[in-house]
């Protein structure tokens, strides 16, 4: 049976692959220190979802970082400071993106259910198309191979802005938008898909705001991880989400609902 929804658009790492988003974390810090500037992981993993310069931007403009760079290098950074940290960055985060490719549990099986209901599939990422060049092959080889990527730098403005969303639903030819259902695990992508007028739904478990690793996620005390899931899903929700689940794994009952909610003339964000 064909789906009222027409598409999908997945994030990458923390929604699709990477559970717990470890691969940009360790990227980011290993240039930051090779710069003479450690950064933390809470450091690292605040602006989460951004493009990657962005990203990159948004530390050095911490204060405690701003603090730190001039202690070291005698000066503010600079946007030539910001290049170097980006073009150091960039095949750490290839490296490590491929090492952290396993596709998330459930989401093999979620994307076989959407292509024969006659869903079309997309992403949109705020890595570069150099950082992803060996996870889309790793990703395909796991079942997982959207028909559209768009990667940070191809459209116009990133997130939170609708652009690079766009951009996928015009390449999908994908319309209307209210029947189209925005994923990911980071709140600015979250409103990305507010701002498009998409379905929005947010994943509280497998991504940047609980961060671990699925083994380490997994050996979490019930009680803990309630309480990290918890600050995610909140987040999330301020974010403009229609709704929040733990992994994409969860994600079918949620299409279940907003079929319904289409089906019923509802719109995202009623």
């Known amino acids: 049976m064909t789906s009222p929804i027409v598409a999908v658009v997945f994030d990458w790492a923390g929604t699709m692959v990477d559970f717990g988003c470890m691969a940009p974390v360790a990227s980011l810090r290993t240039a930051f220190t090779g710069a003479g500037v450690a950064i933390t992981d809470a450091e690292a993993r605040r602006d989460m979802g951004v493009a990657k310069r962005d990203h990159i931007s948004a530390i050095l403009a911490m204060d405690r970082v701003m ?8 000066a503010a ?9 980006h073009d150091a960055v960039e095949p750490l985060m290839r490296a490590a993106a491929g090492a952290h490719s396993a596709l998330i549990p459930g989401a093999a099986a979620l994307v076989a259910r959407l292509r024969a209901g006659g869903v079309k599939i997309g992403s949109c990422t705020g890595y570069t198309r150099t950082m992803m060049a060996d996870i889309l092959p790793l990703a395909a080889a796991q079942g997982y191979a959207p028909d559209v990527v768009v990667c940070a730098n191809e459209s116009a403005a990133g997130r939170p802005s609708p652009l690079m969303l766009w951009k996928v639903l015009t390449e999908l030819k994908a319309w209307p938008v209210r029947a189209c259902v925005k994923v990911d695990d980071a709140p600015v992508g979250v409103a990305e898909g507010v701002a498009a007028g998409t379905w929005s739904v947010g994943l509280s478990g497998s991504g940047n705001g609980v961060g671990l690793s699925l083994a380490d996620y997994q050996a979490l005390p019930a009680p803990d991880r309630a309480t990290r899931i918890g600050e995610a899903a909140a987040a999330l929700k301020a974010a403009g989400a229609d709704y929040v689940i733990e992994t994409v ?6 299409l279940d609902r907003i079929v319904a909610r289409i089906a019923a003339g509802e719109r995202p964000g009623g």
Not at 77 to 85: F, I, V, W
Not at 249 to 254: F, T, Y
Request: glycine share 14%; proline share 4%; charged share 20%.
């Open 67 to 74: 603090a730190a760079w001039v202690a070291t290098h005698g």
């Open 249 to 254: 794994a969860d994600l079918p009952g949620v």
């Open 77 to 85: 950074s600079t946007e030539a400071d910001g290049d170097r940290l």
